[in-house]
C-alpha cells in the first residue's frame, strides 16, 4: 500500500504581489517532490488589522509562514501571532537586507512594494504576459508574427508553462500544440519575426506525465491512443521532422526544469554559438 502524500500548507505574506515569495517558496518545494504544497497568497498586506485575518487563516490551517514585510510594524505582529500558535515564521527578506546594512553600513528605507516600481521594463512584463495567455494553445495564429518567440510541441512537453515564464522574464510568447492529425498553423510557417522552437521529450516521460494528468479526470474516448508507446513515439518522431523541415531547433526537455529550458530558449534567442550548443545538447 502507497503511503498517503504529505500535505504542507504554506502562508506567503506580502506587502506587494508576492512574486518574489512565489519564486522562493515553488524553489524550496521542488526540492520535496513527495509533498503536496497548498499556497496560500496574502498579497498586498499593510495593515494590522490584515495581520489579524491572515493569523486566523494560519491558526485553521497550520503550516510554515513565509513574508516579505519590510514595515516592522506589520512584521512584527505576524511574527508575534505565529509564535502564540507555534508554527514556524520566516522573513525571506531579512537576512539579505541585514546583509546589505551590514556591508553598505546604512539600514534599508522599508518601502512597501519597492521591488515593483512602474517603470518600463515592469509594463514590458505585464504586456508579455498578457500575450502569453491570449495565445497559450495555439489561440489567435494570425497574431504569431507579433510574438518574440513561438513554442511548439507535443502535449505534456510543458509548453505552456515555458511561456509563462519566458514572459515574466519580458518576451512575448505563444505555444502551439502539435496534434496527430491536426496540421500547423499556415500562420507559423509564414512568420518572419519570432524564434520558433520545438520541444520534445522521450516518450517514456511524456506517457508518465499523461498518465499522471489522466488520474486526475475522468477516463474519455482516446485515452489508450494518447498514452500508447508507439503512438507518442510518432508524436516526437514527426516533431523532429517537422523542426527539421523548417530549420526549427528542438530542446529535449526530458532532465530539464522550466527554468533550464527557458534559459536554452534564450540562448538560442542570442545566437550565441557555444551557448546555442549547450542548449541544444
Known sequence: MKNEAR???????????????????????AQYPGVVVVEHLHAMTRAPKQVERILQDVEREPGIVLFTLVDRTIAEPLEAGCREIAVPCVSVLGPVLQLFQSYLGASSEGRAGAQHALDGEYFRRIEALTFAMMH????????????????????????????IYL?????????????????LPAQLAEAKRPLIVGLIATPDRI????????????????????????AVANEVASTRKICARNGWPVIDVTRRSIEETATAILSLRQGDPSRIREALG
Do not use: C, M
Not at 144 to 160: C, F, M, N, Q, Y
Open 7 to 29: 500535505h504542507l500548507h504554506l502562508h506567503l505574506v506580502s506587502d506587494a504581489t508576492g512574486e518574489t515569495l512565489l519564486t522562493v517558496a515553488r524553489a524550496a518545494a
Open 207 to 230: 506517457i508518465q506525465l499523461r498518465e499522471n494528468r489522466l488520474l486526475a479526470f475522468s477516463s474519455v474516448p482516446g485515452d489508450d491512443i494518447y498514452v500508447d508507446r508507439a
Open 167 to 183: 514572459a515574466n522574464r519580458g518576451y512575448r510568447t505563444a505555444n502551439i500544440p502539435i496534434v496527430p492529425g491536426v496540421p
Open 136 to 163: 497559450d494553445d495555439g489561440q489567435f495564429p494570425e497574431e504569431l508574427d507579433l510574438a518574440e518567440i513561438v513554442i511548439i510541441g507535443v502535449s505534456r512537453t510543458s509548453k505552456t508553462p515555458t511561456s
